[in-house]
């Protein structure tokens, strides 16, 4: 099993929800966050005074999948998610050892 974390633009959620479900995803996690990567943000004029603003809104999309399907929904955000500019998100993927339902007890790739 991989744990994929998925950090994306906002406007970038609905692509991502509809790439998750084809995959047959069995649950996500959204998290709002802000931050920033190698663009730093950006500069911008406010009433004369220019200032830096370096943490951007973005949104972490976590969930749990099975190897194959891992693979596949990396290969298809890879895809369909950039817009070719900074700021389009990251990829980070775990290895989980084990999953357990709590009001079951089942584990494993039938505990997701």
Same mark, same amino acid.
């Given at each position: 099993?991989?744990?994929?974390?998925?950090?994306?633009?906002?406007?970038?959620?609905?692509?991502?929800?509809?790439?998750?479900?084809?995959?047959?995803?069995?649950?996500?996690?959204?998290?709002?966050?802000?931050?920033?990567?190698?663009?730093?943000?950006?500069?911008?004029?406010?009433?004369?005074?220019?200032?830096?603003?370096?943490?951007?809104?973005?949104?972490?999309?976590?969930?749990? =999948?099975? *190897?194959? &399907?891992?693979?596949?929904? %990396? +290969?298809?955000? @890879?895809?369909?998610?950039?817009?070719?500019?900074?700021?389009?998100?990251?990829?980070? =993927?775990? *290895?989980? &050892?084990?999953?357990?339902? %709590? +009001?079951?007890? @089942?584990?494993?790739?039938?505990?997701?």
């Amino acid at each position: 099993m991989k744990k994929l974390e998925i950090i994306i633009k906002p406007d970038k959620l609905e692509d991502l929800k509809s790439i998750l479900e084809q995959c047959k995803a069995s649950g996500i996690m959204i998290s709002n966050i802000m931050g920033y990567g190698n663009q730093k943000g950006y500069k911008q004029m406010y009433r004369g005074t220019e200032y830096t603003v370096n943490l951007l809104p973005k949104l972490k999309v976590e969930t749990v =999948v099975n *190897d194959e &399907e891992a693979d596949a929904i %990396i +290969r298809q955000v @890879e895809e369909k998610i950039p817009s070719g500019t900074y700021g389009d998100g990251k990829i980070f =993927v775990y *290895d989980v &050892e084990d999953a357990v339902r %709590i +009001r079951t007890g @089942e584990r494993g790739n039938t505990a997701l």
